[in-house]
């Protein structure tokens, strides 16, 4: 989902700055609290675990969201972009940068050891930045994405006690757009440019593609 694309940090990022030792050491920090209390959720279709990523986990992400989105194969989910976009919608040079920015989480589902889901956390103040969401086409439209974003929700409140999630979808898409509707997203009418010419964010197929914000009050989470 488109959602990872636009804001203060596009997921694609092909560099990363270098960091104080005392921002490096608050970010393993908070990524070693934040793995800790990172819970297993089990829906019907079997027993779901999260995680956050590692640069291990890299190359798999990136054929994950490839596989959402893109080519022909991803016209097996309801997700596909194949419509509006060629090209790629990942890199691992993005996919590693948020990895290891001590500011976000990529969190991980998997079952039975295989991955079927992510998406990517961004620490915004009191705010959280929603992104990266994939769920392998095979396994769409059974719950697995609705336990993802809820897990993603619980994280952001719980650990670092945002009160608000937001995130930019391609507004062409009503049917994502009104999945995140029926889960409690509102669109703002905040619009944001598509990247026309960077190829690194796929190759539209049509001329008036942007980014709708979308954002939800978070629900208090227990101390």
């Not at 194969?73 to 948020?98: H, K, N």
């Amino acid at each position: 989902m488109r959602s990872g694309s636009v804001g203060r940090r596009r997921t694609r990022l092909l560099s990363t700055c270098t960091m104080p030792a005392d921002s490096i050491a608050a970010g393993a920090v908070l990524r070693s609290l934040t793995m800790e209390n990172v819970k297993e959720f089990a829906p019907a279709a079997g027993e779901l675990t999260f995680r956050a990523a590692t640069e291990e986990d890299v190359p798999a992400l990136v054929a994950l969201v490839e596989s959402a989105y893109r080519g022909e194969a991803s016209r097996a989910g309801w997700t596909t972009e194949a419509d509006l976009l060629g090209g790629q919608r990942t890199d691992p040079e993005g996919v590693s940068a948020v990895v290891a920015d001590p500011g976000s989480i990529v969190l991980t589902a998997e079952r039975a050891g295989r991955l079927v889901a992510c998406c990517h956390l961004e620490r915004r103040g009191g705010e959280a930045y929603f992104g990266m969401f994939a769920v392998s086409p095979a396994q769409q439209g059974a719950g697995l994405g609705k336990a993802v974003l809820a897990e993603a929700e619980r994280m952001a409140g719980a650990e670092w006690g945002a009160r608000r999630m937001q995130m930019t979808v391609i507004r062409q898409r009503d049917d994502l757009i009104a999945w995140y509707e029926r889960r409690g997203y509102s669109r703002t009418g905040e619009l944001s440019p598509f990247p026309y010419g960077d190829e690194r964010f796929g190759i539209p197929r049509r001329s008036d593609l942007a980014f709708e914000l979308l954002v939800k009050p978070l629900a208090p989470q227990p101390s």
